[in-house]
């Protein structure tokens, strides 16, 4: 977990939170005002929350997957919105290469009603697949045999809290290497 940090991230979270120095004195060893090391001690602490793996075990988190894949393909924004925490957020990146939402989508109604949008223009020729993504249940779409989407989620419980889309070619040769 520690290398998923910046190095002054690291510095202000040891510093502070396991050896208990105060934010000033952990300012004047890394140079930079109590307020910033404060920032990034907490920027530390929300890596290391979202790092722990989840307590849901894999086959409820295969079978939320499996649910949202089909009430996406449904087009069952209900259901969808059940499945979704209503915090959820969900992130892209097409990396200028392919089209995707610009913004993150946070809120689970809000994504439900993009999700939905996304099926009405569905190409015909896209299939979802369920495959392990970065170790978790996840989802891809592939279009001519192609893979053109991968999507990643974090749950907890029932709901999805995260979804990862990665639209973007570069970071989807893995997938499509032989």
């Not at 978790?136 to 001519?144: E, I, R, S, T, Y």
């Amino acid at each position: 977990m520690l290398e998923s940090m910046t190095p002054a991230e690291r510095v202000a979270f040891i510093l502070h939170d396991v050896f208990r120095h105060p934010f000033a004195e952990v300012a004047e060893i890394v140079g930079r005002s109590p307020a910033a090391c404060r920032q990034l001690a907490s920027s530390a602490r929300r890596r290391i929350r979202v790092a722990r793996p989840s307590a849901t075990p894999t086959a409820q988190r295969a079978g939320v997957v499996r649910a949202f894949m089909q009430a996406w393909e449904a087009k069952d924004i209900d259901a969808l919105v059940r499945l979704l925490d209503p915090d959820a957020k969900a992130t892209a990146d097409g990396g200028g290469l392919a089209i995707t939402f610009l913004e993150p989508i946070e809120g689970g109604e809000q994504i439900a009603r993009a999700w939905i949008e996304l099926a009405r223009h569905r190409p015909d020729d896209m299939t979802f697949h369920e495959r392990t993504v970065n170790g978790q249940p996840g989802l891809v779409a592939q279009q001519n045999g192609a893979i053109v989407t991968v999507f990643a989620f974090q749950i907890e419980g029932d709901r999805i809290q995260r979804i990862w889309v990665v639209r973007n070619p570069d970071k989807l040769r893995p997938w499509t290497a032989d």
